[in-house]
């Protein structure tokens, strides 16, 4: 049973934008904070972005101002707008509710490369 489905990854140019988004079963999202995180290779996953389901949101230093996390409660779905990326943000990004125990998706893959 698929419950956390991540798309909109692929190959972008330095300094380009990208939207991901992340549908979630109802069971996992509704009524809880929603994160995106990111594993770059020979890297431990860390914490990009999360959001309170009212909204409230909160950043990794390094995305400040480039990265902006939104949800729409009716669709259960929490997306990553990203833009001026850069090559450090190449990695699989995934989302999920901060220290649920299960399974992760499958994320998505981002490469910034010229």
């Known amino acids: 049973q698929v419950q956390l489905v991540e798309s909109g990854g692929g190959l972008v140019q330095p300094g380009g934008s990208r939207r991901l988004s992340c549908a979630a079963s109802?069971?996992?999202?509704?009524?809880?904070?929603m994160a995106w995180y990111r594993q770059a290779p020979g890297k431990q996953r860390e914490l990009v972005a999360r959001i309170t389901s009212g909204g409230t949101s909160n950043y990794l230093d390094s995305v400040k101002g480039r990265f902006t996390i939104s949800r729409d409660n009716a669709k259960n779905t929490v997306y990553l707008q990203m833009n001026s990326l850069k090559p450090e943000d190449t990695a699989v990004y995934y989302c999920?509710?901060?220290?649920?125990?299960?399974?992760w998706g499958q994320g998505t893959q981002v490469t910034v490369s010229s």
């Open positions: 109802g069971s996992i999202f509704r009524g809880n904070t």
């Open positions: 999920n509710v901060p220290g649920r125990v299960g399974a």
